[in-house]
């Protein structure tokens, strides 16, 4: 039994077609309808549409990412009724259309984040890189945020200003952008106003509040999922602790147990991404894959070396901290378990090959999304060709 092999795609308007995407491997996309607007129903017609477009590519489409939360539901602000009652009525149309996995996150304001979207690996490859002390210029220097000294350690700020007086305007610039005009899995892109207002709406809003704003979302939307066989898989906080003054409670183990302590509804369910949790030294990710398999309706495949605290840069799939491997030999064993194939993309990739001469967006181009696919198919295949009983063709 083996996992459902998928890519994302952003739609009509992804520089990646849905041709590329087959001919990398996969069988599905995971797609989401990034034209409408942040909190909008997704109607009935618009989902068909896009599956039969999807289909008539021999492709499937299972999985959403992502339908998002809007930050009135995660600030539990004026209109948190409205919102909710949109999302449950997105939720019925998807079910509709036999889609049965929907991927989600809780970070307020942001979606991923990161501080270089062009490091160069030592083969000239591109990857994706975070490191504090950047993020740190941008807080305490661009965004200048009240307050926000208080966020980190001493000799990071003195870095992080000498930093900041080495750069030009376009290294500023590009620094502002990186963090906060949206990457291509995010929903929203700001300015820096825009930026600072939206930070305003979580004022007064530390962790155990947003843990609390969260487990009322789930507990408004997870029995009328139940009943409709879908399953909401919360993706975790990217990277997996607080930044610029947001609180992050979907970062740790035990962040998701207590979700699912508080909320057992089968459809509360986890996008287990090993790149987001992975940028953690103390998250044990072969130990989730165990302990939180039941959960895990979805997976990012995805490593990332570790470089100290508070930096790390998205390696090649088998290479960085995932213990790649031993996830999916972990996976193979929940799958059997449970009877169950999983779906699982290789979240980013490196920009690679021919695409670096092409614009693409960053995580998001074709040729190292499908070395990863290729390189997690070909591990996968291993495993279940070793676990298989002698003389079936495994
Ligand atoms: C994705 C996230 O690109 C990525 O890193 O894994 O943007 C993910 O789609 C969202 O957080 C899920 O809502
Ligand atoms: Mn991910």
């Not at 962790?207 to 009322?216: P, V």
């Not at 990217?238 to 947001?246: H, Q, W, Y």
């Not at 609180?247 to 991404?273: H, I, K």
Request: charged letters at 25%; a negative charge; aromatic letters at 6%.
């Amino acid at each position: 039994m083996l996992m459902i092999h998928t890519m994302r795609w952003f739609g009509p308007s992804d520089p990646v077609s849905l041709r590329d995407i087959r001919q990398a491997g996969a069988s599905e996309v995971v797609t989401a309808l990034h034209e409408i607007a942040n909190g909008a129903v997704w109607p009935c017609e618009t989902i068909r549409a896009r599956k039969a477009m999807i289909e008539a590519a021999g492709l499937g489409w299972t999985v959403v990412e992502s339908l998002p939360v809007p930050d009135a539901i995660k600030t539990r602000g004026a209109g948190w009724e409205e919102m909710i009652d949109h999302y449950r009525a997105s939720l019925a149309n998807l079910a509709a259309c036999g889609i049965r996995t929907v991927t989600y996150n809780f970070m307020p304001v942001l979606d991923w984040t990161r501080t270089d979207l062009a490091w160069a690996m030592p083969d000239g490859a591109l990857a994706l890189r975070f490191e504090l002390e950047a993020a740190a210029v941008f807080d305490m220097h661009v965004l200048r945020r009240p307050g926000a000294e208080r966020d980190y350690p001493p000799d990071l700020l003195t870095s992080a200003e000498r930093r900041f007086h080495a750069m030009d305007a376009i290294e500023r610039d590009r620094l502002q952008r990186t963090v906060i005009a949206g990457l291509p899995g995010s929903e929203e892109t700001f300015t820096l106003d825009q930026f600072r207002a939206a930070l305003a709406q979580y004022e007064g809003i530390d962790a155990e509040a947003l843990r609390a704003n969260h487990i009322a979302f789930l507990e408004a939307v997870c029995p009328m999922a139940d009943e409709l066989g879908i399953r909401l898989v919360v993706h975790p906080d990217d990277p997996p602790f607080a930044l610029f003054g947001l609180p992050r409670v979907v970062s740790t183990e035990d962040d998701v147990a207590a979700l699912f302590d508080r909320v057992p509804n089968p459809s509360n369910g986890l996008c287990f991404c090993a790149g987001s949790f992975g940028a953690r030294a103390d998250n044990d990710l072969p130990g989730m894959i165990q302990r939180l398999g039941s959960r895990i309706g979805f997976l990012h495949l995805r490593s990332v070396q570790r470089e100290g605290d508070g930096v790390f840069h998205e390696a090649a799939h088998l290479e960085g901290d995932a213990e790649m491997v031993e996830l999916v030999s972990r996976i193979h064993a929940l799958q059997r378990r449970e009877g169950r194939s999983i779906p699982m993309r290789p979240d980013h990739g490196h920009q690679m090959l021919d695409d670096l001469a092409k614009t693409t967006l960053p995580g998001y181009s074709l040729l190292g999304r499908m070395r990863g696919l290729a390189e997690l198919r070909g591990v996968e295949r291993g495993i279940a060709h070793r676990a298989a009983p002698e003389h079936s063709p495994g």
